[in-house]
T-cell receptor, first 111, second 116 residues
Framework: AQSVTQLGSHVSVSEGALVLLRCNYS??????LFWYVQYPNQGLQLLLK??????LVKGINGFEAEFKKSETSFHLTKPSAHMSDAAEYFC?????????FGQGTRLTINP | DTGVSQDPRHKITKRGQNVTFRCDPI?????LYWYRQTLGQGPEFLTY????????KSRLLSDRFSAERPKGSFSTLEIQRTEQGDSAMYLC??????????????FGDGTRLSIL
């Protein structure tokens, strides 16, 4: 079975600090991996995706993620946090047609 | 590109009533998905259509739930005899593809259902 685990349900960083949100996955086939962001009372917005090829993936709003097969990880980073980054972040794995999501990480930015 | 549209945004109803939600996908997308998201959790897959054919249903989709996508355009999700546990955000997503499983899914803003 495929699964996604996000380490840390809540991450708090200062404005301008590095953002690191952790995601580990389990999959018996080569994974397609995604990060989505969700603002309050809204749907999910795609930040970035990994399918094949380059393991360092750049997304919108300055976010990037690195696929590490040996560690079964797909951590999300941003060099400098901005107040507007405060939101819920979800890592997801594409299983056949459906997405399998982690439980989410709430990111809080301190001024 | 007007995005995925869901209606209504909020629905409050009494336990035992029936409710129906609508999703209009991005116009050229042939795949449509329904997910359910409860508070503090990630979305969970409910069902998926390719064009008008419903190809997969989750075990979460009890016999009180039914989804349709007539003519392969908009979709409806109906819940009959609602229960307290049905309170959640219901998300619709759409994507494009036949064999390309890696096309990203685009989500609507969801319908939040509250059961009194």
């Amino acid at each position: 079975a495929q699964s996604v685990t996000q380490l840390g349900s809540h991450v708090s960083v200062s404005e301008g600090a590095l953002v690191l949100l952790r995601c580990n996955y389990s999959s018996s086939v080569p994974p397609y991996l995604f990060w989505y962001v969700q603002y309050p009372n809204q749907g999910l917005q795609l930040l970035l995706k990994y399918t094949t090829g380059a393991t360092l993936v750049k997304g919108i709003n300055g976010f990037e993620a690195e696929f590490k097969k040996s560690e079964t990880s797909f951590h999300l980073t941003k060099p400098s946090a901005h107040m507007s980054d405060a939101a819920e972040y979800f890592c997801a794995l594409q299983g056949a047609q459906k997405l399998v999501f982690g439980q989410g990480t709430r990111l809080t930015i301190n001024p | 590109d007007t995005g995925v549209s869901q209606d209504p945004r909020h629905k409050i109803t009494k336990r035992g009533q029936n409710v129906t939600f609508r999703c209009d996908p991005i116009s050229e997308h042939n795949r449509l998905y329904w997910y359910r998201q409860t508070l503090g959790q990630g979305p969970e897959f409910l069902t998926y259509f390719q064009n008008e054919a419903q190809l997969e249903k989750s075990r979460l989709l009890s016999d009180r739930f039914s989804a349709e996508r007539p003519k392969g355009s908009f979709s409806t999700l109906e819940i009959q005899r609602t229960e307290q546990g049905d309170s959640a955000m219901y998300l619709c997503a759409s994507s494009l593809g036949e064999r390309e499983v890696n096309q990203p899914q685009h989500f609507g803003d969801g319908t939040r259902l509250s059961i009194l």
